[in-house]
């Protein structure tokens, strides 16, 4: 109840924008407002259904090798299969391609770029054996597009990725499948988050924020930061684990900045105290930052975390810039300075 009184307030002061996107600061979704407000977006129908290839797993597109990119339509397939990810709402044709590896990797499927509601599924082998699914990875262009990260496949299996879509919805679907490749790098001496690895029924309570009871934040101590975050379920339904940080800064302008390894990131410039004013919002793409530009004199709170609430694994890394007068850049610690008396032993 705290989190939907908290993500209420928020709606009232947010501009239009963003007060139309699904996701906000909060931790959790309410599930039966996604659901409704994606029955209310369905965009396509079904149209004859000619059996084609890529209509089961009986007769797959195939894969040849990656990366690999292809624009379709589902519209006139069959409706064969039906995953929960979180949501049920059948009723959706999908479109079938395999994937047989030649050596063991981690993969990423993005359906970022479709213009419908999309769900997608990973079979190994058949479908009793489910290796990831997913529904809103809150990317595209109603964040109810799908994408799954770092799916592992093992070599001289034949995986199956199934592009559905939810409710009935059908329409022009663009899949891109790839080699997860790690698209940031951090130095060993920038800010550490330092939270624990999240996982299915895990407590948020870290650096949480307005999220957490009482309220917890991390102070930024250099210009940045390091961290993970990611998603997972307990019995309440499908959270993101969201981070919080603050930062006091003198007068001058100010940008915080942020990437993620892989996967799109939602973030916050906000006020302290519970609910906060939001001073800015940006979702980014995977792999691309997006930047939020705030002005001192203040303290504030700097949100990050996933932009959707399932799709992104645990331990999925990203990177925080924060620059202005006064930021200080994060630094290697300094050699220990040698007394006068042991350099005077060089001399002699």
């Not at 663009?174 to 800010?191: G, I, N, R, T």
């Amino acid at each position: 109840m705290r989190i939907a009184l908290l993500a209420a307030a928020l709606a009232l002061i947010l501009p239009a924008a963003a007060q139309s996107s699904p996701v906000t600061w909060a931790s959790h979704q309410d599930p039966a407002a996604v659901q409704a407000d994606k029955l209310a977006h369905i965009t396509g129908h079904s149209g004859t259904h000619v059996l084609a290839v890529g209509d089961d797993i009986s007769n797959p597109i195939p894969i040849p090798s990656l990366p690999f990119n292809v624009n379709g339509n589902t519209c006139s397939f069959a409706d064969d299969y039906d995953e929960v990810c979180p949501y049920y709402a059948p009723g959706s044709p999908d479109v079938v391609y395999s994937y047989s590896p030649a050596v063991s990797q981690a993969i990423d499927i993005d359906l970022c770029a479709s213009l419908y509601d999309t769900k997608v599924y990973v079979y190994d082998g058949s479908t009793a054996v489910l290796v990831a699914c997913n529904d809103d990875a809150g990317c595209g262009i109603t964040g109810y597009q799908s994408q799954l990260l770092l799916v592992p496949v093992t070599a001289g299996h034949t995986y199956y990725v199934v592009v559905d879509g939810y409710g009935g919805d059908c329409g022009d679907y663009s899949l891109d499948v790839h080699e997860h490749q790690a698209c940031l790098a951090c130095q060993p001496y920038d800010q550490p988050e330092g939270e624990p690895t999240c996982t299915d029924g895990y407590i948020d309570t870290y650096n949480a924020g307005c999220n957490a009871v009482p309220e917890r934040y991390t102070p930024v101590t250099c210009g940045t930061i390091c961290g993970t975050t990611g998603n997972y379920s307990t019995p309440a339904g499908d959270f993101r684990d969201t981070d919080w940080y603050q930062v006091t800064v003198g007068p001058g302008n100010f940008t915080y900045t942020g990437i993620g390894d892989g996967f799109a990131m939602r973030l916050f410039v906000l006020s302290t105290g519970c609910p906060p004013t939001s001073f800015g919002t940006v979702q980014t793409t995977s792999c691309a930052s997006g930047s939020i530009n705030f002005t001192g004199p203040g303290t504030f709170h700097l949100f990050a975390s996933t932009s959707g609430f399932t799709g992104v694994p645990c331990g999925s890394n990203y990177r925080l810039d924060i620059t202005g007068p006064g930021i200080l850049a994060c630094q290697a610690t300094p050699a220990k300075t040698s007394s006068w008396g042991a350099l005077r032993v060089l001399y002699r």
